[in-house]
């Protein structure tokens, strides 16, 4: 199974700053990743496919970049509703594998 | 619109089963690959497997820790999907979701979640 090793698993900010997300996959998945945000109690929205493309809706605030076995996501000009928990995932191969997830708080 | 809602989740007996169900609407149903992701509380998302699409037979592929146990199905003529989840352990307790899947790239649509309990 591809393991996605996600950090930070939490991470304080202030609002307007830029926060980054890293995502290790532990072989090539080539651009096969997928970026979620989730807020509390509800489901996951998918943000990102193919590690760049912004999904329908997306503000352009939000950002993914990376191929191989390292991504990454940014946020830039954090909004009082980006504090809230992101999950990468893998499609390259089955099992399909998630991060650990990423919890963004307010500083 | 696309919507996709869960249901049949409740508290359940170690070693029980459970049927959960996920209504579909506002797409051709057949096209789609269809998922099943859990979320115990406080911990990180898993998937449960998937069901491809008519074009790729209706098959299905399952995670190592479900396999064997639960099955996925769909009824294409109600677009609906199923979780059909037998001998049931504490560890499978969890809010289970259904997400139908953008042609591999990603999860691009899910339900609300239904939230299974496994206790005696």
């Known amino acids: 199974d591809i393991q996605m090793t996600q950090s930070p698993a939490s991470q304080s900010a202030s609002l307007g700053e830029s926060v980054t997300i890293t995502c290790l996959a532990s072989?090539?998945?080539?651009?096969?990743l997928s970026w979620y945000q989730q807020k509390p109690g509800k489901s996951p929205q998918l943000l990102i496919y193919a590690a760049t493309s912004l999904a329908d809706g997306v503000p352009s605030r939000f950002s993914g970049s990376g191929s191989g076995t390292k991504f990454s996501f940014k946020i830039s000009s954090l909004q009082a509703e980006d504090f809230v928990s992101y999950y990468c995932q893998q499609l390259y191969s089955t099992p399909w594998t998630f991060g650990g997830g990423t919890k963004l708080e307010i500083k | 619109e696309v919507k996709l809602v869960e249901s049949g989740g409740g508290l359940v007996q170690p070693g029980g089963s459970l049927r959960l169900s996920c209504a579909t609407s506002g797409f051709t149903f057949t096209d789609y690959y269809m998922s099943w992701v859990r979320q115990p509380p406080g911990k990180a998302l898993e998937w449960l497997g998937f069901i491809r699409n008519k074009a790729n037979g209706y098959t299905t592929e399952y995670s190592a820790s479900v396999k064997g146990r639960f099955t996925i199905s769909r009824d294409n003529s109600q677009s609906i999907l199923y979780l059909q989840m037998n001998t049931l352990r504490a560890e499978d307790s969890a809010t289970y979701y259904c997400?139908?899947?953008?042609?591999?790239?990603?999860?691009?649509?899910w339900g609300q979640g239904t939230s299974v309990t496994v206790s005696s």
């Open positions: 072989q090539t998945i080539g651009t096969w």
């Open positions: 997400a139908r899947e953008l042609g591999s790239y990603a999860m691009d649509y």
